[in-house]
């Protein structure tokens, strides 16, 4: 149970963003709709995320998005062949394009935080529930069309507020996270056999997030999958671009190597325990 309480959740988000980078070759062997595979899994990323963030103090949230500056540049000046007039519009191109998720977490925080000091936590949390309403509004009627666009930001947005609200259980059963996993695959099934209806997501993925991130025990600090977790979201897209842009070979093989590499330096940044190298390159420390 013990292993259970700290590393479950953590363990699910790296196959989570793992299951996202080769979300391609998932969606054609499962022959699983797109937007139900990538709005789950990025679901999960942006729980988690606002979860650690939630413990994490307001003045120090900003250090977790340095990486952001750090491995654009990078990426800029690699792609550039060196320094350029243009590297700032690379970089902002890079951010959005291949940060796009940590970059929305960046945007619920700071709009998850205004709203909490102007009405109030209860307020905030009615709001992130009307968020779902109103992606499920967009998605079964047509009144909401001109939202269209805004549907995931509505969507991820219910996850950021419930998930930045959720503190740890002192016990927890884990029958109650195999209910959760067993929703989660019933519904995937139920969606391939029998639902002629494709509503694009996974309503189970929410007692799935709830009841694993009450596994966590140690909410304040990050542990090596927690490494791990950041290197893949910050160190492995910069490096799948740098290979792509330097080496001829192919996507699948380029996405192999980048994960074993940030495992890698995401595990050796963990043991050198060196606070100002974690900030720069992961955003924690």
Do not use: W
């Not at 996850?159 to 959760?180: C, G, K, Q, T």
């Not at 139920?190 to 007692?207: A, E, H, N, R």
């Not at 009841?211 to 799948?240: G, Q, R, V, W």
């Not at 080496?247 to 330096?265: P, V």
């Amino acid at each position: 149970m013990k292993y259970l309480k700290n590393n479950f959740a953590t363990g699910l988000t790296l196959l989570a963003i793992i299951g996202l980078i080769f979300e391609t070759f998932i969606v054609h062997n499962l022959i699983i709709n797109e937007n139900l595979i990538v709005r789950a899994l990025s679901s999960y990323l942006i729980s988690y995320l606002a979860f650690k963030i939630s413990f994490v103090e307001t003045k120090k949230v900003a250090l977790m998005f340095v990486p952001l500056i750090f491995h654009s540049l990078i990426v800029a000046l690699v792609v550039r062949g060196g320094f350029s007039s243009k590297i700032p519009n690379d970089m902002v191109r890079i951010i959005t394009n291949l940060y796009r998720l940590i970059v929305i977490v960046g945007i619920f925080f700071i709009i998850e935080l205004i709203l909490n000091r102007i009405f109030g936590s209860l307020v905030t949390s009615i709001l992130g529930g009307l968020s779902f309403l109103i992606f499920l509004a967009i998605i079964f009627s047509n009144r909401l069309s001109v939202l269209k666009n805004f549907e995931d930001f509505f969507l991820y947005f219910s996850f950021y507020v419930m998930a930045i609200r959720i503190r740890s259980a002192l016990r927890l059963n884990p029958f109650l996270l195999f209910i959760a996993i067993v929703l989660v695959v019933g519904e995937i099934y139920l969606q391939k056999t029998y639902l002629k209806y494709d509503y694009g997501f996974l309503l189970s993925i929410y007692p799935l997030v709830y009841f694993s991130l009450k596994t966590i025990s140690n909410e304040h600090s990050f542990c090596l999958l927690d490494y791990m977790l950041f290197a893949l979201i910050y160190i492995y897209p910069a490096l799948f671009v740098i290979i792509k842009t330097s080496f001829d070979i192919e996507s699948l093989a380029i996405s192999i190597i980048g994960i074993l590499a940030s495992y890698i330096l995401g595990e050796v940044i963990y043991k050198i325990k060196n606070t100002y190298l974690s900030t720069l390159i992961l955003g924690i420390s």
